[in-house]
């Protein structure tokens, strides 16, 4: 876990805990891995309390199949340590132990504390919290949890659920409710507002009203969250396999406009029902290919939730005079950095972006030499497909996105010959609406044909 250290008042939070006996839930352990029930039953017979928790137990009572398994506990990380040799210590906040089985990490953290009373292992150093290990009960560590639903433990001893939150009518109901005072636990954390739409898309579950309507007063302290954990934030909700769902959802929430606030205006501007299509196309087309256990990357979903402000920004850039490889080189690294101070975009995706971009007005390039020294770019494929995707933009795009298609499936020869009409400083059917180099300079053409242009792209 990932989130900061303040915790909310245990005297504001009832807690009555509710024992849901084994024979009534419908958890198995046939369902829990196998590392998971190792380290269960390893620290029960050592006489440590052990439990499943979190997103798992949650999962498990509404009969998914969790990726991964958490697990709470009384004994220390040390504890741990000492019961298990392939366990490493981490976390510099909070320590926590990972147990590691071949592939299967599985996480044990010990039960949480809700403040400082003096009695824990904290460290604080100019203000600074360096080190925060304060140990509490499970009653405590329920209620710094974010969500009822997602504070239902699994006890190991006796095969029971204990609910101290009401998580389990909650999660009958299919609400997701906060713990606690929702706007006080969204001040402590922003980013649980972005859990809370993340969560309500993935499980089809409504979001409770007073945890709703902070959204939009609160919303703008998600400018002020980290942008790492930002980025970590959006690929769990736009990159990994509800992204359709969830992007609807956030945009819904209203939350988008504090996120990714160049997409939100870009969908607002003119031709924003076409973006908005393209954005939905990208996003089934990338929990497509989850489903179907391939690879997607970060920089296409960036590339297509920027897209709408580069394209505009680089037309007015044109607009204004700027030599349009110029423009596009100069929006497309402006754009990132403008959305980087939101939601950080590593340098390796950021550059992928780039060439995606960058490389888009050369499609409309048909000049047999062009053509093919287009083709045999090293960054041609992703380009290609984010071609696909503009489609959506305008019938224009979609019949240069189908001549592309056909160049590939055409032999070398017999697209050689074909563009061989094609004169080589002409502008070949651009479309329309098109924002690629329509006139270069006449000093430039003379002689030689003008050399291709160099984005920096090459
Ligand atoms: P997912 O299915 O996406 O993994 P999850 O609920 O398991 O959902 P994790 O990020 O794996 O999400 O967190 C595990 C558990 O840690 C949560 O179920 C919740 O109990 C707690 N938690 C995570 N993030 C926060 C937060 N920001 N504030 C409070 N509790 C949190
Ligand atoms: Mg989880």
């Not at 499936?409 to 697209?415: A, I, P, V, Y």
């Not at 609406?433 to 984005?455: F, H, I, L, T, Y």
């Amino acid at each position: 876990m990932n989130e900061p250290a303040t915790n909310p008042d245990p005297a504001a939070i009832a807690v009555k805990m509710r024992v849901i006996p084994r024979d009534q839930h419908r958890i198995s352990r046939k369902d829990i891995s196998s590392g998971a029930l190792r380290v269960l039953y390893r620290l029960n017979e050592a006489g440590y309390a052990a439990y499943l928790v979190g997103g798992a137990v949650r999962d498990l009572l509404l009969g998914g199949h969790p990726k991964d398994f958490d697990i709470a506990t009384d004994a220390t990380p040390e504890d741990v340590k000492r019961l298990f040799r392939n366990c490493r210590l981490i976390g510099r906040r909070f320590r926590l132990a990972h147990v590691v089985f071949g592939q299967e990490i599985v996480e044990v953290a010990t039960f949480r504390g809700s403040s400082d009373d003096g009695s824990g292992d904290r460290h604080v150093v100019d203000g600074r919290i360096l080190r925060d290990n304060v140990y509490g009960t499970i009653e405590e560590d329920a209620i710094r949890r974010d969500f009822t639903v997602n504070a239902l433990y699994y006890d190991i001893a006796d095969f029971s659920v204990r609910d101290y939150v009401g998580g389990y009518d909650d999660l009958d109901a299919r609400v997701l409710r906060l713990i606690g005072d929702p706007v006080q636990r969204y001040r402590e954390d922003p980013v649980r507002m972005l859990r809370a739409v993340r969560l309500a898309a993935k499980l089809e579950f409504a979001i409770a009203a007073d945890a709703r309507e902070p959204f939009a007063d609160l919303g703008e302290l998600l400018l002020h969250a980290p942008p790492a954990r930002l980025f970590d934030e959006s690929l769990k909700m736009l990159l990994a396999g509800n992204g359709a769902k969830s992007f609807r959802a956030l945009e819904r929430s209203g939350l988008l406009d504090d996120v990714f606030p160049l997409t939100a205006r870009a969908l607002a501007f003119r031709g924003g029902e076409q973006y908005r299509a393209l954005i939905e196309a990208g996003l089934a087309g990338t929990d497509a290919r989850i489903a179907q256990g391939k690879s997607v990357t970060p920089a296409f979903l960036f590339a297509i939730l920027l897209w709408g402000a580069v394209r505009a920004q680089v037309e007015r850039e044109v607009a204004r005079g700027t030599e349009v490889n110029l423009a596009w080189q100069r929006v497309s690294h402006q754009v990132i950095s403008e959305q980087a101070k939101h939601v950080a975009i590593p340098r390796r995706f950021g550059l992928v972006m780039q060439e995606m971009w960058t490389l888009q007005p050369r499609f409309e390039q048909r000049q047999k030499k062009r053509v093919f020294r287009l083709m045999a770019h090293p960054r041609f494929r992703a380009a290609y497909d984010f071609l696909l995707l503009r489609a959506a933009e305008s019938p224009a795009m979609a019949e240069l996105a189908q001549w592309w298609t056909q160049a590939q499936e055409t032999s070398h020869e017999g697209l050689a010959e074909q563009l061989s009409a094609i004169p080589e400083a002409g502008d070949a059917a651009l479309p329309a609406e098109s924002v690629a180099p329509k006139k270069r300079p006449r000093s430039r053409r003379r002689g030689k044909p003008a050399s291709p242009p160099r984005a920096a792209v090459e």
